[in-house]
Every structure is written in C-alpha cells, then in structure tokens.
C-alpha cells in the first residue's frame, strides 16, 4: 500500500520534517530566547547609571508597541547592569530589588537614576589641597582652595 500523498497545509511539512513548517505566525512573530539588542542597557565603563536609564527608557518609548512586559524590562536592565551596580542596587532598596513588583522595580530604577545625578559632582565641603616647599622657613606651605 502507497503512503497517502503530503498535504501541504500539514503540521509536519514536508518530507515527514517538523521543523521544515512555520506557521504564518512564526514568520511574523518569531519566539525571542533573549532582549532584541536595541533595548539592551549595555552600560559602558565610563557611562553614568542615569544616562543608561534614560539611553534605555528612550529604546523603550521609541516602540510603543514592544510587547515585553514590565517584568521582562526590568530583568532585561538588571541582567545588562555591572555587578558592583548591581550591588549599590541592592543595597538602596533593602536587598529585595527583584522580590519587589515590575512597576515599583520600574520606579526604583527611576528614582536611583535621578538621585545618581548627584553621585559624580563634587561634594560642596571637599576642598583642593597643595603643598609646596618654602625655601625662607625649610618647611612646607600649606595651601587650601
């Protein structure tokens, strides 16, 4: 006995293939394993944390429509965080940053960028000091800005 012929609207494909079939939804909307690399927050060494917040939220707001949900935005600017950023994370909010829910990890992320602001102007009370030598005395000037 003949085996039937294929059908082409089959599940399998052809050939006896699984693999061999996309679906029309498959073409238009592939499965995604990992973040498109236009919203990951790829921090470079000498990049603020605030400006890749606002580098990433820009990513974001630039494609309305994404489709991610908000857990998977945090995890995905957490997960492309360094580890010592990660540390001072943890530590401003307790060590349960990731325990907390997707919209308050959304505002804390807010929150730690803007007060981030602050972390690399100097401090009103620091103050230059130079020392230099006083040939008159044989001793050290001391001079504070």
């Not at 990433?56 to 010592?84: K, Q, R």
Request: with cysteine; proline share 8%.
């Amino acid at each position: 006995m003949d085996p039937p012929p294929e059908d082409q609207n089959s599940q399998q494909g052809q050939g006896g293939n699984p693999n061999a079939y996309l679906s029309m939804r498959d073409r238009m909307h592939p499965p995604r394993m990992s973040a498109p690399s236009c919203i990951l927050p790829l921090l470079s060494k000498n990049e603020k944390f605030h400006e890749c917040w606002e580098r990433y939220m820009e990513a974001i707001n630039a494609c309305p429509h994404h489709g991610f949900d908000t857990w998977l935005l945090v995890s995905y600017f957490y997960d492309g965080m360094s580890s010592s950023m990660k540390q001072i994370l943890e530590t401003m909010c307790g060590g349960d940053f990731m325990s907390k829910n997707p919209d308050e990890a959304m505002d804390f992320l807010s929150y730690v960028a803007e007060v981030s602001r602050g972390w690399d102007e100097p401090n009103s009370r620091e103050r230059k000091v130079s020392l230099s030598t006083n040939p008159k005395s044989k001793g050290w000037n001391v001079h504070v800005e």
